[in-house]
């Protein structure tokens, strides 16, 4: 079973452009939550997306936005990009039971922006 | 409320030797998760805890849930090479079905041969 894919892998932009980052999930998995990673705040939550609508959101500013797509596909998007938007930016997936309950997230290897 | 304080921040080991790293929190909650996370990867799962006092090993890892529900810790015995990374305790939070992973700032683990 593939795991989860997220492309680009590595991406250069400047400040003030934006970007979009793409994650597959397992097969099957209907939940996607993307976290930034940073060498200062850590890994940190920014939303969670299940049958194509957001379900949990962080605590970072508008600038900073993502769907789902009917066959669980994700993108995010950052729009003006700042410098201290340069991180690895990480999505997991799960089954996303909407019954409650907690399983497993299960992480891609992620996509590393740099902004310049 | 939801910070969670990890310790160390890093340790140089050699290898055989035994590892121990810790997580607190100011609150009480039910899981513990313990995550690891190699160079140019994500985090993958090593042991999740949903007890007070339960005591869980993978392999060479053991991981404990406190009996005060807030704190864990994860042993590594007999290192080698393969356990350099960083290593993360978070708690899971569920509303309705919708997950949140809550980080504590990482344990580097670094090996010497």
């Known amino acids: 079973k593939a795991g989860v894919t997220q492309t680009p892998r590595y991406l250069i932009k400047t400040r003030g452009q934006q970007v979009t980052l793409s994650c597959s999930p397992i097969?099957?998995?209907?939940?996607v939550s993307w976290y930034q990673q940073t060498p200062g705040q850590g890994l940190q939550f920014l939303f969670e997306?299940?049958?194509?609508?957001?379900?949990n959101k962080g605590n970072f500013p508008g600038r900073f936005s993502g769907r789902q797509f009917s066959n669980s596909r994700s993108e995010m998007n950052v729009s003006t990009l700042e410098l201290g938007d340069s991180a690895l930016y990480l999505c997991?997936?799960?089954?996303?039971?909407?019954?409650?309950?907690?399983?497993?997230?299960?992480f891609g290897p992620g996509t590393r922006l740099t902004v310049l | 409320g939801q910070q969670l304080n990890q310790s160390p921040q890093s340790m140089f080991i050699q290898e055989g030797e035994d590892v121990s790293m810790n997580c607190t929190s100011s609150?009480?909650?039910?899981?513990w998760l313990w995550y690891k996370q190699d160079p140019g990867e994500g985090p993958v799962l090593l042991i999740a805890l949903y007890k007070a006092g339960e005591l869980t090993s993978n392999g060479r890892l053991t991981a404990q849930f406190g009996i005060t529900r807030k704190d864990s810790f994860l042993n590594i015995s007999a290192s080698i090479p393969s356990d350099v990374g960083i290593y993360f305790c978070a708690r899971q939070l569920g509303i309705q079905g919708a997950q949140k992973l809550v980080f504590g700032q990482g344990t580097r683990l670094t090996i010497n041969p």
């Open positions: 997991a997936s799960t089954w996303g039971k909407m019954a409650g309950g907690l399983d497993t997230q299960y």
């Open positions: 609150s009480i909650f039910n899981t």
């Open positions: 097969s099957g998995h209907r939940s």
């Open positions: 997306y299940f049958s194509e609508t957001q379900r």
